[in-house]
T-cell receptor
Framework: GIQVEQSPPDLILQEGANSTLRCNFS?????LQWFHQNPWGQLINLFY???GTKQNGRLSATTVATERYSLLYISSSQTTDSGVYFC???????????FGTGTRLLVSP | DGGITQSPKYLFRKEGQNVTLSCEQN?????MYWYRQDPGQGLRLIYY???????QKGDIAEGYSVSREKKESFPLTVTSAQKNPTAFYLC???????????FGPGTRLTVL
């Protein structure tokens, strides 16, 4: 099956810093989503982005499907950005998402 | 408010017991999913359902069972056959062919 690798596994930032999270996947995909899991376990969908670029406030994402990677950019980070960021992909024609192991982000004041 | 609810939030089970985790949604979504998350890991798909009275196994279905008698409800039973059931369980839903899945708050199961 498709493999998903995320990097870095852990990231510590000072408030206000910028960061880039990467997701590599091993096959073409129909669906790619970025999620944020807060410290209490709740997952929130950030982007649906199988290709192209999207922006939502301080967050933006780019997927280069031909090269099989996606990037999530966080600008002017805040302590509330802390948590785990997951990339999930699907290539079976139905939403059977395969998740990466995540990037754990800690933003300190 | 529309959303997905899971209960209980925390669940403790003795070895050899079956337990059922509840998942309810009022989003009118056709598809529902169960995932398992182990510490420091991503989510893995246990079962999913696209329509009432139909469901399919995911990647780690052994030791679990589900039912889908109503569109709004997709309970998961963790049976005694599941050898390592301690984990965080997340339920999600989506419309068919949708871009995104919406997640409930999760149930943390601990086997004593």
């Amino acid at each position: 099956g498709i493999q998903v690798e995320q990097s870095p596994p852990d990231l510590i930032l000072q408030e206000g810093a910028n960061s880039t999270l990467r997701c590599n996947f091993s096959d073409s995909v129909n669906n790619l989503q970025w999620f944020h899991q807060n410290p209490w376990g709740q997952l929130i969908n950030l982007f649906y982005i199988p290709s192209g670029t999207k922006q939502n406030g301080r967050l933006s994402a780019t997927t280069v499907a031909t090269e099989r990677y996606s990037l999530l950019y966080i600008s002017s980070s805040q302590t509330t950005d802390s948590g785990v960021y997951f990339c999930a992909v699907e290539n079976t024609g139905f939403q059977k998402l395969v998740f990466g192991t995540g990037t754990r982000l800690l933003v300190s004041p | 408010d529309g959303g997905i609810t899971q209960s209980p939030k925390y669940l403790f089970r003795k070895e050899g017991q079956n337990v059922t985790l509840s998942c309810e949604q009022n989003l009118n979504h056709d598809a529902m999913y169960w995932y398992r998350q182990d510490p420091g890991q991503g989510l893995r798909l246990i079962y999913y359902s696209q329509i009432v009275n139909d469901f399919q196994k995911g990647d780690i279905a052994e030791g679990y069972s589900v039912s889908r008698e109503k569109k709004e409800s997709f309970p998961l039973t963790v049976t005694s056959a599941q050898k390592n059931p301690t984990a965080f369980y997340l339920c999600a839903s989506s419309t068919l062919g949708a871009d995104t899945q919406y997640f409930g708050p999760g149930t943390r199961l601990t086997v004593l």
